[in-house]
């Protein structure tokens, strides 16, 4: 087997990797719209709020053959035609009166990623960011722009944009191409060993993953690095690109 080329860019995964991890943050939206919804229907907010995580898990199930990609847009189609309610229109009218930070509050990245990325440029290197995520590319932005993180990543590549999720190829090349860059000389970080550690390897990239004692482990895959936090990854970058 021939030596792979130095490392020339690094690829972050962005939820319990970049951004301590939250699976409740489409509840908070849920949570918005059923109240808003009471205010309208004879249903109660709580029966709205149950069958709105019900669309949410038909549409992610979905997702686990095809890796098809899908935006929060279709979610709403989904929801308002199980509800037979305007469930866009809810959503839109009360988060227009609230800020993304007071009904994301739990949205915050790890206090040395910024510290990371910085290192990782200092170095030369291309970095970016691939997310599997429903959610438009302004709803990341706010986030990374409001913690200095955008001055740090060449690109930020969101899957509701796109064909595909990881671990689907096509997702991993589309962002090796913004990046101009092959996937040999390139790393993947991610806190899920099939999504993330596998579909990176699958496609020739390094593969380094951050457990996240919220995901389940995945047999068979055998990362090519595994760190504990994001500044454990420099002394390992290091060693790549000699």
Not at 210 to 226: K, L, M, Q, Y
Request: charged share 25%; net charge negative.
């Amino acid at each position: 087997m021939s030596e792979r080329p130095p490392l020339r860019a690094v690829i972050f995964d962005w939820g319990g990797t970049l951004s301590h991890y939250a699976d409740i943050e489409l509840l908070d939206m849920w949570r918005l719209a059923a109240e808003h919804l009471a205010q309208h229907s004879n249903l109660l907010a709580d029966e709205i709020l149950t069958r709105l995580v019900h669309v949410d898990e038909r549409m992610w199930e979905r997702t686990t053959g095809d890796a098809l990609a899908y935006a929060l847009p279709d979610i709403l189609r989904e929801a308002t035609r199980d509800l037979g309610i305007d469930v866009a229109e809810a959503i839109i009218e009360e988060a227009g009166t609230r800020y993304l930070d007071t009904w994301t509050p739990h949205i915050r990245h790890f206090e040395d990623a910024r510290s990371t990325l910085a290192g990782l440029k200092e170095r030369g290197l291309r970095v970016g960011m691939l997310s599997n995520t429903h959610w438009s590319k302004a709803y990341h932005e706010h986030f990374l722009e409001r913690d200095g993180l955008t001055p740090y990543l060449d690109t930020r590549c969101y899957t509701s944009e796109m064909t595909h999720m990881k671990p689907h190829p096509e997702a991993f090349r589309h962002a090796l191409e913004t990046l101009g860059v092959e996937a040999a000389e390139a790393a993947y970080v991610g806190d899920r060993l099939f999504d993330d550690v596998f579909g990176a390897q699958r496609v020739g990239m390094r593969g380094v993953h951050r457990p996240n004692a919220v995901v389940p482990s995945h047999e068979g895959v055998t990362p090519d690095a595994t760190i504990t936090s994001l500044a454990d990854l420099l002394p390992i970058v290091d060693g790549w690109m000699a």
